[in-house]
């Protein structure tokens, strides 16, 4: 009866044993199951993947222009290439990439900070992590440090991601007043950009081309003026003060307090305007008017000749003698401060080039030194 029972007892244990190495092995086959499926479900990227990729690339410049709003999709999208597919380090790079500018372009800074980080392991000094840093640097030259430091400015002009870098250099210069090298840049870059590309890009582009013969700015206060699409009242009195002595005898207002000196200059009616506000616009006829006001403060009453007071009518073709800018108007087209358009139309109402007030400005510091 001993025996038995102990055969029993033997025979429970190898069971017990055998099925605890079942157990075993069975939770090592599921393991390796589980990895044999992920292995399956990344497999390495096909042709496909690669247009999906080049495609959610080129809709970067859509977003750029603000022709698309579906972010989050193309978000989404470059989630799922990143985790279906088994891509090399630089690819990854490049969808990290695409994640950082969608949203460098949408202002997701949690994002833009994950993406800078990935970026910064996978490929430092690749360029995409080049374009997002130099992207988020606020400071003008150290952006365009980082740009120059980080890739061959001889490199070929018809890479693409060469010439995005190269377009991303030209901005910055065009922002820090350096129009003709802005320029330059931009036309390199075009070589190599896509048609989306360039539409992002063309508008600054032909700003620097037309202020390419500027002389560039010694600030970036300056640059900031210097850079706007026409005048406004900031410009007007900034520019004046930067540029010329026209307003020495007016206060001795700093660049940085262009308020204060413009509340002065409307105290003495030197200034027209239809809006309160330094960004409000000039247009030739309120430019015409603040110049003649200069031209006073140095004439006095010989500012406007005798037979001027007894003109009864214009010969300027499109203002009326009666007209409250008569004087000015003519004051300045005679002396050459500014001129007429279209034979004898003076054309008041058209918007004022940064070019031409500071045309203005030379023929006035010449007029007056």
């Not at 044999?36 to 390495?44: A, C, I, K, L, P």
């Not at 061959?152 to 870098?165: E, G, I, M």
């Not at 070589?191 to 500027?214: E, P």
């Not at 020495?248 to 308020?259: H, Q, T, V, W, Y």
């Amino acid at each position: 009866m001993f025996i038995a029972s102990t055969r029993q007892e033997v025979r429970l244990s190898m069971r017990k044993r055998a099925l605890a190495a079942l157990i075993v092995i069975c939770a090592f086959l599921l393991a390796s199951c589980g990895t044999f499926s992920q292995t399956v479900v990344r497999s390495s990227p096909d042709k496909g993947s690669y247009q999906r990729l080049s495609a959610l690339e080129e809709k970067i410049a859509s977003i750029a222009a603000g022709q698309l709003t579906d972010a989050q999709n193309m978000l989404e999208e470059a989630k799922y290439l990143l985790d279906t597919y088994l891509w090399e380090r630089h690819e990854q790079a490049r969808i990290w990439g695409i994640r950082g500018q969608i949203a460098w372009y949408t202002s997701r800074s949690d994002l833009l900070s994950l993406s800078l980080s990935t970026l910064e392991k996978l490929a430092a000094s690749g360029t995409h992590a080049i374009l997002l840093k130099s992207r988020v640097e606020t400071d003008l030259s150290q952006a365009l440090k980082i740009l120059d430091q980080s890739f061959d400015p001889d490199a070929k002009d018809k890479d693409p991601s060469t010439a995005l870098l190269r377009a991303e250099r030209a901005r910055r210069l065009f922002a820090a007043g350096q129009w003709k090298q802005a320029a330059a840049e931009f036309d390199r870059a075009f070589l190599g950009l896509s048609q989306a590309w360039i539409a992002v890009y063309k508008d600054a582009r032909n700003q620097a081309f037309q202020k390419r013969d500027l002389v560039p700015a010694k600030s970036d206060k300056e640059a900031a003026l210097l850079g706007k699409d026409a005048l406004d009242v900031e410009s007007l009195i900034g520019l004046a003060l930067l540029r010329s002595k026209a307003l020495d005898g007016f206060g001795k207002e700093s660049i940085e307090a262009l308020a204060n000196l413009a509340f002065k200059l409307d105290q003495l009616g030197m200034l027209k305007r239809k809006q309160q506000g330094l960004d409000a616009s000039q247009n030739r006829l309120e430019l015409a008017w603040f110049l003649f006001s200069l031209v006073a403060a140095q004439e006095g009453n010989r500012a406007v000749p005798e037979n001027d007071r007894r003109r009864s009518a214009s010969p300027i073709a499109d203002l009326e003698r009666s007209s409250e800018f008569f004087f000015a108007v003519l004051g300045v087209v005679r002396r050459e401060l500014m001129d007429l358009r279209s034979g004898n139309k003076f054309e008041g109402e058209a918007t004022v080039s940064i070019q031409e007030y500071l045309k203005a400005l030379d023929a006035y510091r010449k007029l007056y030194p």
